[in-house]
């Protein structure tokens, strides 16, 4: 498709055999000496994980053992035990975020692509006002606007409620910005080619952009989903009773009281159940974002 | 499915009853049909109307929760409000006061500095030459995730590996293996003692910060067309470091802006893992961080008009920040 940046970056030909085989060989050593790099950002992961699965007299080992010796699942009875003394059980706090974070995705997802199609393919009066409006909201973190989002919020009555987590996050600066840089690459002329079949403007939409731009909103579902999952200041702020608290919150929560040393291993196991979904998501669509992202530069 | 004959038949049908002209009015001006005046101003407004139809929920919702704050934030920054009793006008006292008088907030200003006059750079440039090296690397997906994974990991959950990590007691992981190498007679409390605080919060944010402008790099890394490769090396690029400076660098150029924004936005948002690490308040409110600071009197003292002054100052350095580097990078040429 004409669309896609080149798939693969092959080794650059060079016309004499002895320079690729000294390439060939520097490559190699980049895959050595990257090596301890790569391990060191991970270790603190590895630890996580495997504080997770380990049984209570290992997680006191020095040095502590980089993989449990017998891995066991106690942690998570513990976990279950720990929250059964709180108000709400603990897969409520599952079930919310999950729930905000997949209607935050998906939302963000269609508002941002249907904002941004007319924005990169018509002849739209005012446009690049509003694209360079959008383009400076990128430029501030969110944390900034949330006192009056918060005033807000309470105004419409949707305080410690879904909408207050989800509907505040769905005009995401940086989704209509992906979808637009994307969808400037597909030719005109498909869409011109649907409009002499007389297609409407909604099936030309939904038929032929949505398709042709899956890779763009499928790292944007990324890009919506991890931070939203993610989120401790914005479920801190919204919400008030126990009933509505997000993973991050009832984590927090747990881990604070984590002076008893049976606490110890569940906060690993909640911290595993945290960090599992976005680095699966992730790994499942590798391939995609990184085809998206060579299209997100600011062109100036 | 109609025969491209048929298809021709209502085309040209259309074009005698003159409808035409809407469909290509949506492409570039150039290719409008011709028409009577009247007509395209009508074609015209139709596409206006799909257009922003299109547009409204998004715009609906970016006026509600983006636009509407930032303005009403600058207006609340100049009153004394506190939720119970209508904001009154009191001028530039949260800001003198703030300025002036906070001297807690002077601390989160300079803490804020520190971190992001290390943490923005030091990742930027870390995130690109990982993402050129990764990218000369035939089999790097494992190490795209070992790096990226950090990044999109909960800064609460890390936090609790990191506070085992740093820990103060002998089982510190850090301290114990520095007791055994005969580094340290005693442990260091490396999440309490006020000197180690603010470096333990940028060590573990930089953890986490190869994120999206590392992705951003490598992708864009991906478009550069290997014939300008080619083509240096036949003109005598003497070496990768000068390929890189006069090729990719200049052709990266889009995505280090898109970086920049994104690093000086994260670097001056620092709050998740100031918190998740050293807790609030923080000792001697050495992890006391802009946000921080903002959340203290906005969520739990409720003087919301000062807090809306915190929110200006940082939303227009960050502004400015952003507006600047954006200026310096694009003007090269």
Redesign the interface.
């Known amino acids: 498709m004409a669309t896609q940046?080149?798939e693969e970056?092959?080794?650059?030909?060079?016309s004499s055999q002895p320079a690729l085989a000294i390439r060939r060989l520097r490559?190699n050593w980049?895959?050595i000496w990257?090596l301890p790099?790569?391990?060191a950002?991970?270790i603190?992961?590895v630890?996580?994980v495997s504080?997770a699965f380990k049984p209570l007299e290992e997680l006191?080992l020095?040095?502590?053992p980089l993989f449990p010796r017998r891995p066991t699942t106690d942690n998570f009875q513990q976990l279950v035990l720990a929250t059964s003394s709180m108000t709400v059980p603990f897969s409520r706090n599952i079930f919310n975020t999950v729930v905000t974070s997949l209607s935050v995705m998906v939302g963000t997802v269609l508002?941002?692509s249907?904002?941004a199609?007319?924005?990169a393919?018509?002849?739209?009066?005012g446009?690049n006002f509003?694209f360079s409006?959008?383009i400076?909201?990128?430029?501030?973190?969110p944390?900034?606007?949330?006192?009056?989002?918060?005033?807000?919020v309470n105004k419409l009555g949707m305080i410690d409620t879904f909408g207050a987590l989800i509907?505040?996050n769905?005009?995401l600066?940086l989704g209509?910005f992906l979808m637009k840089q994307f969808m400037e690459g597909v030719p005109?002329e498909l869409?011109?080619a649907a409009?002499?079949?007389?297609a409407g403007?909604l099936r030309i939409?939904w038929r032929i952009m949505m398709p042709l731009t899956r890779p763009a909103w499928a790292t944007l579902a990324i890009?919506s989903f991890?931070p939203t999952?993610?989120d401790?200041?914005t479920p801190?702020?919204f919400t008030r009773s126990e009933s509505m608290k997000t993973l991050?919150l009832a984590?927090?929560t747990i881990?604070s009281g984590a002076t008893s040393v049976a606490r110890y291993g569940a906060?690993?196991a909640?911290?595993?159940l945290?960090?599992l979904p976005?680095?699966l998501l992730?790994?499942f669509m590798?391939r995609r974002?990184?085809?998206?992202?060579?299209y997100?530069?600011?062109?100036? | 499915m109609r025969t491209p004959i048929q298809r021709k038949e209502e085309r040209e049908k259309r074009r005698e009853k003159g409808e035409d002209g809407s469909y290509f009015s949506a492409l570039p001006s150039h290719s409008y049909p011709l028409g009577s005046l009247k007509e395209r101003m009508r074609s015209e407004g139709r596409w206006q109307l799909i257009g922003y139809a299109f547009m409204a929920p998004y715009l609906l919702l970016f006026l509600i929760f983006v636009v509407g704050p930032v303005m009403s934030a600058i207006y609340l920054s100049f009153t004394y409000f506190n939720i119970l009793e209508a904001p009154h006008w009191i001028g530039w006292t949260n800001y003198r006061a703030l300025l002036v008088d906070d001297e807690i907030f002077l601390i989160a200003i300079g803490n804020t500095l520190t971190f992001a006059f290390i943490t923005g750079p030091v990742s930027f440039i870390a995130s690109f030459l990982l993402a050129w090296l990764l990218n000369r690397m035939r089999f790097r997906s494992l190490y795209v995730l070992a790096f990226y994974t950090p990044s999109i990991g909960s800064a609460i959950a890390a936090a609790f590996v990191w506070r085992i990590l740093l820990s103060g007691d002998r089982y510190g992981t850090l301290n114990n293996a520095l007791i055994r190498l005969g580094a340290l007679d005693e442990p260091i409390q490396f999440l309490a003692e006020q000197v180690y605080i603010m470096p333990a919060i940028i060590v573990v944010s930089l953890w986490m910060s190869l994120g999206t402008g590392f992705l951003v790099f490598l992708a864009g890394l991906q478009t550069v067309p290997k014939e300008l490769y080619e083509a240096g090396k036949m003109d005598g690029v003497p070496n990768v470091w000068v390929e890189l400076i006069k090729i990719t660098l200049p052709i990266m150029r889009p995505q280090l802006l898109f970086g920049t924004v994104i690093s000086i936005v994260n670097s001056f948002a620092v709050f998740q893992v100031a918190v998740a690490l050293v807790g609030f308040p923080s000792p001697l409110y050495a992890g006391h961080v802009i946000i921080t600071h903002l959340y203290d009197y906005a969520f739990i003292r409720f003087e919301m008009g000062y807090a809306s002054a915190i929110a200006v100052l940082l939303f227009a350095f960050t502004f400015m920040l952003g507006r600047v580097c954006l200026r310096l990078f694009s003007s090269e040429d």
């Open positions: 940046p080149t970056r092959e080794y650059p030909l060079t490559l980049t895959y990257i790099f790569a391990m950002m991970i603190p992961l630890y996580t504080f006191f020095f040095p502590p508002l941002g249907l904002a199609y007319p924005l393919k018509y002849p739209l009066w446009k509003i409006v959008v400076s909201a990128l430029m501030f973190s944390e900034v606007t949330q006192i009056p989002r918060y005033l807000i509907i505040p769905l005009a600066p209509l005109t869409l011109e409009r002499i079949d007389g403007e939409f890009f991890i999952w993610n401790y200041f801190l702020i991050t984590m927090q881990g906060v690993f909640a911290a595993f945290v960090l976005p680095v992730f790994i590798q974002v990184l085809d998206t992202m060579a997100s530069g600011i062109k100036s």
